[in-house]
């Protein structure tokens, strides 16, 4: 006869409890400390272990952003809102519309600062925030239980109108993946502290998610080399950083830098074709246009 905790167990592996730190509230400060980041070191070789599902994913992502579709996360609690930052950070950072990403949090707005938990309950909620979904959209799950009711009624929705979908979760046999054409699961095991999922299982989501994102924005061309090339410069921290990477880039002082910078409008990547090609900013910028965008393909042509 099965227990409640081996009923856990089976239902999702981040909600067991853990056997290595069932005294965690006997010890001092320090071990406390020590016992949970010995936990949290469990995250990389657990992301790890996903790699070649999460290359996968990346090549959806690319392969939809390239043809003119979104990509949408659809989570409740922790996991939602790991979601809605990867997606408010990834436009900026990357110079997309801030309609490439969407991000549909259970309960909304107001589930980023205060616990709307029974919402993640209803599929047809899921269901709803995948209403718009098209043939031209991945839809991405994010539920570190891989059963959460909410995600279920997103990706079964968003399947019905064609779109693709992947699920990243915290086990290897979430129910959920019956729906992915994808599944990263990042088995992180249970927690320090029993299901409290925001810990290692949420690490290793925001892992994930900003791999996914970051690999993406690379094989689409919106870094040269390791560098920023299609930042929103909106502050002095990012006109400054624009101009350390045309140095950076292309060995230029940061005198004649900020000249040909200027000249191109605040494009970097039209600097950077500029001094690199030894072009005048028109044509840097006519050059990047024949290449789609892609500084290493614009350098490359003839």
């Known amino acids: 006869m099965s227990t409640t905790a081996d009923a856990v167990r089976v239902a999702s592996p981040t909600e067991a409890r853990n056997p290595r730190t069932t005294g965690i509230d006997q010890l001092g400060t320090l071990e406390v400390v020590r016992?949970?980041?010995a936990e949290d070191a469990r995250v990389p070789e657990a992301v790890a272990a996903a790699l070649p599902q999460?290359?996968?994913?990346?090549?959806?992502?690319?392969a939809t952003l390239r043809s003119g579709g979104r990509i949408h996360y659809f989570g409740a609690g922790s996991s939602g809102r790991f979601g809605v930052l990867d997606a408010a950070e990834v436009p900026p950072t990357y110079g997309l519309p801030a309609d490439r990403f969407v991000a549909h949090l259970a309960g909304g707005q107001q589930a980023m600062t205060a616990a709307v938990e029974s919402i993640e309950d209803s599929a047809a909620a899921g269901a709803s925030a995948a209403g718009d979904l098209s043939t031209s959209d991945v839809a991405i799950g994010l539920t570190a239980s891989g059963r959460t009711p909410y995600v279920a009624g997103a990706l079964m929705a968003a399947r019905s109108w064609g779109a693709r979908t992947v699920l990243i979760s915290g086990n290897p046999d979430a129910p959920l993946a019956a729906y992915a054409d994808v599944h990263i699961a990042a088995d992180t095991g249970p927690e320090?502290?029993?299901?409290?999922?925001r810990m290692k299982a949420g690490t290793a989501q925001k892992v994930v998610l900003h791999t996914l994102s970051t690999a993406a924005m690379i094989r689409l061309g919106r870094?040269?080399?390791?560098?920023m090339v299609d930042v929103v410069a909106t502050n002095a921290k990012l006109r400054g950083r624009v101009l350390a990477s045309l140095v950076a880039a292309t060995g230029v002082d940061e005198e004649n830098g900020s000249r040909i910078l200027t000249e191109a409008g605040g494009d970097l990547k039209t600097a950077i074709v500029a001094v690199l090609g030894d072009l005048d900013v028109?044509?840097?910028?006519?050059?990047?246009d024949e290449a789609g965008?892609?500084?290493?393909?614009?350098?490359?042509?003839p």
């Open 35 to 37: 016992a949970l980041h």
């Open 54 to 62: 999460l290359a996968e994913a990346v090549d959806l992502i690319v």
């Open 192 to 197: 320090a502290v029993m299901g409290s999922t």
């Open 223 to 227: 870094t040269y080399s390791n560098l």
């Open 282 to 288: 028109i044509a840097a910028r006519l050059r990047l």
């Open 293 to 301: 965008g892609h500084v290493r393909h614009a350098l490359a042509r």
